[in-house]
């Protein structure tokens, strides 16, 4: 009895044994793999950081609107009798738009033209009385001042026939009507939109604290979209007054809108250019990677070769010797990333100023940060460089 009992105990500190040694050497294995894999190779894309030319401007949006622009409305009441224009006409100043009935008018100028041919000839007859002593001063005073009241009802009356045509105020883009003919008009009456596209205007506002760099003629350009600002135009006002609520300060300006592609009531981006700035670092917005950490870029450096990677194979007097030589090679020729944190200033069409933390000559990865990590080895391929694609318009 006693025996099988002490069997049963060797039995079971030789399968305990086993399992621990076991566990051990597996976990020991383990080790040794992870600490000799290497970590695959990455390719990345990179651009060399150098100085560069710097064209500072200062951003806005804002809103189109033409040089010149109005709801062209009626001056006088009447019927509508004549429309003699089209949607979207070009017109020029003094066209005539629309004809109201002046009936009446015509009717009344020819009464005033008479009183006014009746009293020229009593003036004349008066006046050669007055000149041969026959007649009094004061009886040609009275004719001159009838003709005067004469000559100012007839011009009254072609005053009233004058206001019932609706003429182009200045030369321009006409509007779709917005009346019918035999349609009695009011006073005021809006008959169609009359815009002068040829030049246009762009209403924006910027900061406070960048109002002592703008001034009257600051050129500028001026697009529907970020990526593609192809009008040019200047500045032509800027309020001398600076809103207390929202402290912006309002400006205009001036371009030529020479396709006739813009239209008042647009949504325009706005870049007022300022002097250009030399020797400036500057990298791609998608080079620099913003976290709750800080700023930071990746920087491709070369691997510092391991002092010890051949000696072992050395002390051991083995062949490996050769094979240690080359793994420090390889290791020399390796490439790692570094995470440098750096301060950034300005942005200018898709780049960003670094103030603090890179010098010229280093490699900077220029896309694709969210797959890498410090200290992980990479290849450099630039025949692709996402950054330049982004860059482009439309991309």
Do not use: H
Not at 302 to 307: G, Q, V
Not at 335 to 363: C, D, H, M, P
């Amino acid at each position: 009895m006693i025996k099988r009992f002490i069997i049963a105990i060797i039995l079971i500190a030789l399968v305990s044994g086993g399992l621990v040694g076991f566990n051990l050497f597996r976990d020991k294995m383990i080790g040794q793999f992870f600490a000799n894999r290497q970590a695959p190779v990455v390719n990345i894309s990179t651009i060399t950081v150098k100085p560069e030319v710097w064209k500072p401007g200062i951003e806005a949006i804002g809103t189109i609107v033409a040089r010149q622009g109005v709801d062209v409305a009626s001056r006088a009441a009447g019927v509508v009798t004549a429309i003699t224009f089209k949607s979207n006409q070009n017109v020029e100043k003094g066209d005539l738009l629309v004809q109201l009935d002046d009936e009446v008018e015509q009717a009344d100028l020819i009464a005033a033209k008479a009183n006014v041919s009746r009293d020229e000839g009593a003036l004349k007859r008066s006046t050669q009385l007055s000149d041969r002593g026959f007649s009094s001063t004061s009886s040609l005073d009275n004719a001159k001042a009838a003709l005067d009241a004469s000559r100012s009802q007839m011009e009254r009356v072609q005053a009233q026939i004058n206001q019932k045509k609706i003429v182009a105020p200045f030369s321009g883009t006409i509007g779709i009507p917005r009346i019918d003919a035999g349609e009695y008009l009011p006073v005021g009456s809006v008959i169609a939109t009359l815009q002068d596209l040829k030049t246009m205007k762009v209403d924006f506002s910027v900061n406070e604290q960048l109002f002592a760099q703008l001034k009257i003629g600051q050129p500028l350009a001026v697009g529907v979209t970020e990526a593609d600002m192809a009008y040019r135009g200047k500045i032509t006002g800027i309020d001398p007054k600076i809103d207390p609520s929202s402290r912006l300060v309002a400006v205009q300006a001036e371009f030529e809108n020479t396709d006739g592609a813009l239209r008042p009531g647009q949504f325009a981006f706005v870049r007022v250019e300022l002097p250009e700035e030399e020797g400036i670092i500057a990298l791609p917005q998608t080079a620099v990677v913003q976290s709750l950490y800080g700023t930071y870029v990746f920087v491709a450096d070369e691997a510092k070769p391991a002092a010890d990677a051949a000696k072992p194979a050395e002390a051991a007097g083995t062949g490996d010797a050769d094979t240690g030589s080359e793994k420090a090679a390889d290791d020399a020729n390796k490439l790692i990333l570094r995470q440098i944190f750096v301060k950034v200033g300005r942005s200018n069409e898709g780049r960003i100023e670094i103030t603090e933390g890179l010098k010229a000559g280093e490699q900077v990865v220029s896309a694709g940060q969210n797959r890498l990590s410090a200290g992980s080895p990479v290849k450099i391929d630039n025949t692709i460089d996402p950054a330049a694609a982004a860059a482009k318009p439309g991309a």
